[in-house]
């Protein structure tokens, strides 16, 4: 069913003679920021903070440096207590989003509710070559990847504190890190040459869906250096509180939050992408008067 659609869709894209940008080939060209295009970057960190930023689908190709203390507008992660014990596991597919590293990127990233925080393992196999395309960042992204495995489609790094992504995390204060930013928070970019695993405990993410840091349905990217998306899964639910499976509310069967809008506003973009894009819009502009 997914290589049929994504077939379908290259088949689609040839046949309109158009350069297959986004779904199979070389990722677009970078792009400038703009004052309309502001998401990642909630708080300017200069008077003329957009020129010469280039991004790439979204994210910011040469992030800034640590800037310790920076934190969202909304502050810092809040640490999480006495999780749902549900687990969560994102496998990868069998084709890669971004086919042009000639390997595929297999595994999964496993993730369990505990007392204090999120216990996650990661276990990849297929890493493209390192010093070609390494190191590689992974993160949570604030939307789910849709059926036609389109990585793009999940806009930026999960982000309730509304952080942006211009300075890079400080992994010595992850609570100031956006709440998605896995590798920033833990032992930095992989690189690792073809296999890598690792496991942490993530004191700001949630297994309960009604927390802003809940990760259920969402997508997890695997990136180049540069940001290219390379593969992409979301969390589903395998098994709930209490390690069974099986009824309405722990079938697996994850409600996914989905794209309603053009986004615009992809760094800091939170589950509903249009309102926190209006309202970095509304920041930018009150900064600018
Ligand atoms: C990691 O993934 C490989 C390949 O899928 C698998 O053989 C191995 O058992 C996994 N390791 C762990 C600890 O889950
Ligand atoms: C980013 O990396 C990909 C593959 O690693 C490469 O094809 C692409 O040209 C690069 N894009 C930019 C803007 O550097
Ligand atoms: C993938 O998603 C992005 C963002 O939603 C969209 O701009 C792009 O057209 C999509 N690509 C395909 C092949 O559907
Ligand atoms: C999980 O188990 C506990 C203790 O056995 C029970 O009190 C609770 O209702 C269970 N929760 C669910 C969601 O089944
Ligand atoms: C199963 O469904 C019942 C009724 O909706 C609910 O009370 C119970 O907590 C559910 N159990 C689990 C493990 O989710
Ligand atoms: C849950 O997903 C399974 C397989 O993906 C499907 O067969 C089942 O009908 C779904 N259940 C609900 C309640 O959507
Ligand atoms: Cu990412």
């Known amino acids: 069913m997914y290589h049929s659609l994504l077939l379908a869709s290259t088949l689609i894209t040839l046949a309109h003679g158009q350069s297959a940008s986004q779904a199979q080939g070389p990722p677009p060209p970078p792009e400038v920021l703009s004052t309309t295009k502001s998401g990642v970057l909630p708080v300017l960190p200069t008077g003329t903070p957009f020129a010469g930023v280039d991004t790439l689908e979204g994210a910011i190709i040469n992030p800034g440096p640590v800037n310790p203390g920076f934190t969202g507008l909304a502050g810092t992660a809040t640490a999480q207590s006495n999780l749902p014990a549900a687990t969560y596991r994102a496998d990868l597919p069998d084709t890669m989003f971004d086919p042009y590293v000639e390997t595929v990127i297999r595994g999964s990233i496993v993730a369990v509710g505990t007392h204090s925080g999120v216990q996650f393992t990661v276990n990849l196999t297929g890493l493209p070559n390192q010093a070609q395309y390494g190191p590689f960042p992974y993160h949570i992204h ?52 073809d296999s890598f695993m690792t496991s942490f405990v993530d004191p700001y993410l949630s297994t309960d869906p009604s927390s802003a840091a809940f990760f259920g349905g969402l997508g997890f990217v695997i990136h180049t250096s540069n940001t290219t998306r390379l593969t992409c899964a979301n969390f589903e639910m395998v098994s709930g509180a209490n390690g069974t499976s099986g009824n309405a509310t722990s079938t697996g069967n994850v409600t996914l939050p989905s794209a309603t809008g053009t986004p615009e506003f992809p760094g800091s973009a939170d589950k509903n992408a249009a309102t926190v894009g209006m309202a970095v819009a509304a920041v930018v502009f009150g900064l600018l008067l």
């Not at 059926?147 to 010595?172: I, K, Q």
């Not at 204060?173 to 032992?187: F, R």
């Open 142 to 193: 604030t939307l789910s990847v849709p059926s036609d495995g389109n990585c793009t489609a999940t806009l930026g790094h999960l982000d309730p504190t509304n952080r942006g992504e211009y300075y890079m995390c400080d992994a010595s204060a992850p609570e100031t890190c956006q709440v998605g930013d896995l590798a920033g928070k833990h032992g930095g970019k992989i690189m690792a040459q």
